[in-house]
């Protein structure tokens, strides 16, 4: 590849080069069929034994036990907002919601429409800081599931372990630090993720679902939005995302390479702490998020004087770094360092943070 810019943009988000040197090489003329990976039949070989693989890859990098299921589904993370209250719990029913921020919340919002949304714990008095105190949780031992988002993704609010939620179902929105860190899967009822923050191409999500609550889904239940008709039809229930499949697989097996995902924790760990020490040392960035909740995933900071927004992004764009710019709901400046993003970008975009202050503080 020619000049390669370092893309912080929170999803889609950076691949590594490796896989789009891979796409670019590969798709073409797929494994010598005479054809191209977007023409291959679902139905063919060449396509089981990809997602077969993707689907052992996503076990073992995460060691799903044999009790979960995963599958690859249309449609990115959002229809689950849905699709959990609609799979797990009957009509009245009450599930907890953890509020933590944007995406907690509009899951809660959904949800809403089909069950009745407790809030058991909830940081909106701090204005989304934190992840609020597992001790002031209310749980109710009777609720059909716990909701959490263990990542929000516009806030930089991550949780920094799982809560034990004993017999009641854990349900994760793991879309944007899925991959980034050693799991105990069997704690969860339920984990989805969009892919196109930690994974692959935006429009896919995989789902880790515990095999005991495919029952549990309502009758009325459109077939596409069950989870036990997905699995009964090994995720093939419809046409499958086959190409994003594809890739999906080259990012599971990079990572695989790589060292796994302890190994992008430890790279995680290491690049967010570049960004955070310059945050920490400074006097015209302000991140608000309390140490403990922090995100190694998206970091969100507001430049003390507004007005230097744009010169900030625009000298950042000068130098290959990219997609700078916050939420278009918070205004400011996101970060956001996958496990696509090299140490290097982390280091470029610290480097230029420190520079710039130099220059305007
Ligand atoms: C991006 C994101 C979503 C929405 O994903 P879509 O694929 O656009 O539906 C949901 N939850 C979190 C935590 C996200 O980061």
Request: aromatic share 10%; net charge neutral; proline share 5%.
């Amino acid at each position: 590849m020619g000049d390669r810019a370092y893309n912080f943009g929170a999803g889609p988000a950076m691949m590594p080069d490796e896989v789009i040197e891979r796409i670019a090489r590969e798709w073409q003329d797929f494994h010598g069929e005479g054809y191209s990976a977007m023409e291959l039949g679902h139905r063919s070989e060449r396509f089981a034994d990809i997602l077969a693989r993707a689907k052992a890859d996503l076990r073992s990098l995460l060691g799903v036990p044999e009790s979960h299921h995963v599958l690859f589904l249309h449609g990115g993370a959002t229809p689950h907002f849905a699709m959990v209250p609609l799979n797990l719990a009957g009509p009245g029913a009450v599930a907890d919601y953890i509020h933590t921020g944007y995406w907690s919340d509009k899951a809660m919002a959904e949800a809403s429409a089909h069950i009745n949304v407790r809030i058991a714990a909830s940081a909106a008095d701090s204005e989304f800081d934190r992840v609020p105190d597992r001790a002031g949780w209310k749980l109710d031992p009777q609720a059909a599931y716990v909701h959490i988002c263990a990542n929000e993704t516009i806030g930089g609010v991550e949780f920094a372990d799982y809560p034990d939620t004993g017999a009641v179902p854990l349900v994760a929105d793991m879309s944007s630090n899925i991959l980034s860190q050693p799991l105990d899967v069997s704690r969860f009822g339920l984990i989805y993720a969009g892919a196109q923050k930690n994974i692959g191409p935006a429009g896919l999500a995989v789902v880790i679902i515990r095999d005991d609550l495919l029952g549990r889904v309502r009758d009325g239940v459109p077939s596409v939005m069950k989870y036990a008709r997905h699995v009964e039809w090994d995720s093939m229930y419809n046409t499958p995302a086959a190409f994003s499949i594809w890739v999906t697989g080259l990012v599971f097996e990079y990572v695989k390479k790589q060292g796994g995902v302890a190994e992008m924790a430890r790279r995680s760990e290491e690049k967010s702490r570049l960004v955070y020490d310059v945050l920490d040392r400074s006097s015209l960035y302000i991140n608000r998020i309390q140490p403990a909740s922090r995100s190694r995933m998206n970091i969100p900071f507001f430049l003390r004087e507004p007005r230097l927004n744009t010169r900030f992004l625009d000298g950042a764009r000068r130098r290959g770094l990219l997609n700078l710019k916050g939420h278009r709901a918070t205004g400011g400046i996101r970060a956001s360092l996958y496990n696509a993003m090299p140490l290097d970008g982390a280091r470029a975009l610290a480097d230029y943070m420190t520079e710039f202050e130099r220059k305007h503080g």
